[in-house]
């Protein structure tokens, strides 16, 4: 008798989702959330598909335009990342769409292989909320100059203690115990005429809610509700924790970087 | 005994609505339009008033950004523009917002007073539809080249009878007896990293469903599937009816244009 499991072929599978709809990427019982969504329309579609692994979670309401995760097909099955593709598409629910989908090496792990994030950070500053952005930038009316958030957020990049600007997680895990991230890029740019701001954060990594403790603190620090002095100390890696979680509203995963040999070949190479 | 009509004020409304959850913007019996709402809030924050007037309708799913409209208040009421934008905001669902109010001549009328409008129609053209931009652009993929769908907008251009891109009203009433137009500009831009193209339409005066048997046509001779000598008896006016209807998921309202003392003053200077 053979109980070794059977030959398996790993599939990269990009993402985009309207987060508003979920309780967030990480599976829960009673479902819910997207990486539910996407493992029963696997699991519909080829019911040897148990699992499938994110990049890292996403927090409920949050959206994504380039989310990555990974399974595994049977070998013996003859699909491949354009058929996944499509009977994807033609399975979950129009809030989450299979962007792109090929077979990777298995030593892919959409988790563990990435070596950065991007994340985008939406604040809407005119005086109304646009009914279309409900749910995808948080409205802080009048909020800047524009040039000063930067020079704030700038003070954000390099390597450090990222510990203050993150929240332990509901389970009460700390999963992080090595806290200290690089951000490559913390930066701002208008858009919407004018109307928004969107804040990038680029790094290696991200605590959890950190992108959104960064945002808070950021707005506070611009308001003038937390001292120089006090953000040094957090920005030191202090004791202290950030005073203010931004809503989950604004913020999007924009893309997952890994090393170039797992990397989706360019979308106009693709079509 | 006095029977004249108390005193009003008249003030022009600009209002911005996701169009999704509505049924157009034209009231109707049973509600669930755009009108139907505003006209709600506003008696519910002052009961004499009793109806607002729309620049035009707008199709069930068509969003607006610069939508306006004309109330008449009691001349009584101490209320200003602001003391209506603020109580409208905190009245209305938040899928419509009043984004300017101010009070306006007693000869303003947001119909008949307009010279011109803006409608924008959204086509993404990427493989799948982002999930942020359901029910918001026509998904059709692979639409292109741009610079040959922007050469036939082009012929859209200039003052001619559009009868042939024009309903019936459900209703059977058959409003424009006169369907001469001019349409100022026709256009097209990229948008969203080339993965949408926006479709501009500025003129004096739309027909019934007229932007979207533009885009639909526009789409057919791109694709071949309307010969040019056809399209041509289009332009001309030409008893044939434009044979498709783009749907409606495209289609934003921009702006309504009025003659200068009819304009609001420019956002910076409200703010």
């Known amino acids: 008798m053979d109980d070794a499991p059977l030959p398996t072929r790993r599939f990269r599978l990009d993402l985009a989702y309207d987060g508003r709809p979920f309780s967030g990427w990480q599976s829960q019982r009673g479902g819910g959330t997207v990486q539910d969504a996407v493992e029963s329309a696997l699991a519909a579609i ?15 309401g949050v959206s994504a335009t380039g ?11 003859r699909m491949g990342g354009r058929e996944w593709r499509r009977a994807l598409n033609a399975t979950l629910p129009p ?33 109304v909320l646009p009914p279309l952005r409900r749910g995808l930038a948080w409205h802080q009316p009048g909020l800047g100059p524009a040039d000063a958030l930067a020079a704030i957020l700038a003070r954000y990049e390099g390597t450090r203690d990222f510990r203050p600007f993150s929240a332990k997680r509901h389970d009460g895990r700390d999963e992080a115990r090595d806290t200290r991230r690089t951000l490559h890029e913390a930066s701002l740019r208008e858009s919407g005429d004018g109307d928004e701001l969107v804040l990038r954060f680029r790094g290696n990594g ?13 707005v506070y620090v611009l308001r003038g509700r937390i001292a120089d002095g006090a953000f040094d100390i957090l920005l030191d890696g202090g004791g202290a924790k950030a005073p203010y979680c931004a809503p989950a509203d604004g913020l999007t995963l ?3 970087r890994y090393p170039a040999e797992f990397e989706m070949p360019r979308p106009d190479d693709a079509r």
Chains 1, 2 share one sequence.
């Not at 989310?67 to 099955?77: E, G, K």
């Not at 892919?108 to 990435?114: C, D, I």
């Not at 605590?207 to 603190?217: A, H, I, N, P, S």
């Open 46 to 60: 080829c019911p040897a598909v148990v699992s499938a692994q994110g990049s890292g979670r996403t927090d409920a």
């Open 67 to 77: 989310q990555v995760a990974h399974f595994d097909a049977p070998a013996a099955s």
């Open 95 to 127: 809030t989450i769409r299979a962007t792109a989908c090929r077979e990777i090496a298995p030593a892919f792990h959409a988790r563990f292989s990435a070596v950065e994030k991007t994340y985008d950070y939406a604040i809407a500053i005119g005086e």
């Open 206 to 218: 991200f605590l959890y809610k950190m992108v959104r403790f960064l945002v808070g603190t950021a």
């Open 254 to 256: 924009v893309s997952v």
